[in-house]
């Protein structure tokens, strides 16, 4: 009974862990953003870089906090989880939807930079650790990238500048931010005391709990594109966040507190690798993810769900 109450317990605290996530993200983009366009930075450039973060703040907030108290599987599992959960769950359930649209660019530069990403990252795993310098390797490249697109980026103008500065911008910023690192280390200390409880792996709860908690934001901004008509917008910003969290995410949580990678994370690592040159070669063979396509995705997301399961 005692074990029981745990597991209840722990269950709810995902719960609020969760919510307190999608809240905190929602606000931190909304407040920076608002910031940031009175501080005059290009429109471009918040994409890019605030927005990116804001609904990559769960994966950073867990990751880190989970690296830094050694929880290294709940780290690697909750990227690996996350970037198939978007690549399958989630591209596929918009694609479920209303076909998705694709564009050039979104395939022979940012699907190709995942793939290649992916690749480097299993490359890195697979002697069973990333350490600091591979992790300096994996930031960095993410710093070039943002460079790259915000150089390429640099001709657009910038609107509602002369806007008066409002505090209460800063204070969603501020405050969103703080439920993101809170709710992060809540969802962790949660997740650990339920894989101890119920005799299940960390890299399990991880790949499914914390991964799917971490991308409610990603899930709730990709499917609102898609209920206002503009399915397009998910792919590029699924494919933005995928390449944000493999980079930066695993790479800062690196550079803090080198991390172990156990079997399942470097297969893990692999399947997620399989998906992104899935999603890759069904972007370049028609305009369109159709729903076929995302059907097949959600699936082999089901399957490599219940296969870690078992």
Same mark, same amino acid.
């Given at each position: 009974m005692?074990?029981a109450a745990?597991?209840?317990?722990d269950?709810l605290f995902?719960g609020? /862990?969760a ?5 905190? &993200?929602d ?5 920076a953003?608002r910031?940031?366009?009175?501080l ?7 994409g890019l870089?605030?927005v990116a ?5 769960p994966?950073?907030?867990v990751t880190?906090d989970a690296a830094?108290a050694?929880?290294?599987?709940? %780290? ?9 959960l978007n690549?399958g769950?989630?591209? !596929?359930?918009v694609?479920?939807?209303g076909?998705?649209?694709?564009s050039r660019?979104?395939?022979r530069?940012?699907s190709?930079?995942?793939? *290649?990403?992916?690749?480097l990252?299993l490359?890195f795993?697979a ?5 600091v310098?591979? @992790?300096?390797? #994996?930031?960095?490249s993410l710093?070039a990238? #943002?460079?790259?697109l915000?150089? %390429?980026?640099?001709?657009q103008?910038?609107t509602?500048v002369?806007?008066?500065f409002h505090w209460p911008?800063? @204070? ?5 931010l703080?439920?993101?690192?809170g709710?992060g280390?809540?969802?962790v200390?949660s ?5 101890t ?5 960390s890299w399990?709860i @991880?790949?499914?709990?914390? *991964? &799917?908690?971490? %991308?409610?934001?990603?899930f709730a901004?990709?499917?609102a /594109?898609?209920?206002q !008509?503009?399915a @397009?917008i998910?792919? !590029?910003?699924?494919v933005?966040s995928?390449i ?9 949580a690196a550079?803090?507190?080198p991390?172990s ?6 297969s893990?690592t692999?399947?997620l690798?399989?998906t992104t040159?899935l999603?890759l070669?069904?972007f370049?063979?028609e305009a369109?993810?159709?729903? &076929?396509e995302? &059907?097949?995705?959600? /699936?082999?997301n ?9």
């Amino acid at each position: 009974m005692a074990v029981a109450a745990v597991i209840v317990f722990d269950v709810l605290f995902v719960g609020v /862990a969760a919510v307190a996530l999608w809240i905190g &993200a929602d606000q931190f983009v909304a407040g920076a953003s608002r910031v940031a366009r009175r501080l005059g930075v290009p429109g471009l450039v918040i994409g890019l870089t605030v927005v990116a973060f804001g609904t990559s703040a769960p994966e950073f907030a867990v990751t880190i906090d989970a690296a830094m108290a050694g929880q290294s599987d709940i %780290s690697v599992a909750n990227v690996v989880g996350s970037n198939v959960l978007n690549l399958g769950f989630i591209l !596929g359930g918009v694609a479920l939807v209303g076909a998705l649209s694709t564009s050039r660019t979104l395939v022979r530069r940012d699907s190709v930079l995942l793939v *290649a990403s992916t690749a480097l990252l299993l490359w890195f795993v697979a002697d069973g650790r990333l350490v600091v310098g591979e @992790g300096a390797v #994996l930031f960095g490249s993410l710093l070039a990238y #943002l460079l790259f697109l915000a150089r %390429s980026g640099g001709n657009q103008t910038v609107t509602d500048v002369d806007e008066p500065f409002h505090w209460p911008d800063a @204070g969603r910023l501020v405050g969103g931010l703080a439920l993101v690192v809170g709710g992060g280390h809540l969802l962790v200390v949660s997740a650990v005391d339920i894989a101890t409880a119920a005799g299940v792996s960390s890299w399990v709860i @991880g790949l499914t709990v914390v *991964a &799917a908690g971490t %991308s409610l934001p990603e899930f709730a901004t990709s499917m609102a /594109a898609a209920r206002q !008509g503009n399915a @397009g917008i998910s792919a !590029g910003n699924l494919v933005g966040s995928c390449i944000f969290n493999g980079l930066g995410v695993l790479g800062l949580a690196a550079l803090l507190n080198p991390l172990s990678v156990s079997t399942a994370g470097i297969s893990g690592t692999a399947w997620l690798l399989g998906t992104t040159v899935l999603v890759l070669v069904v972007f370049a063979t028609e305009a369109t993810l159709s729903r &076929a396509e995302g &059907a097949l995705l959600v /699936a082999l997301n089901a399957a490599n769900w219940l296969l870690n399961l078992l």
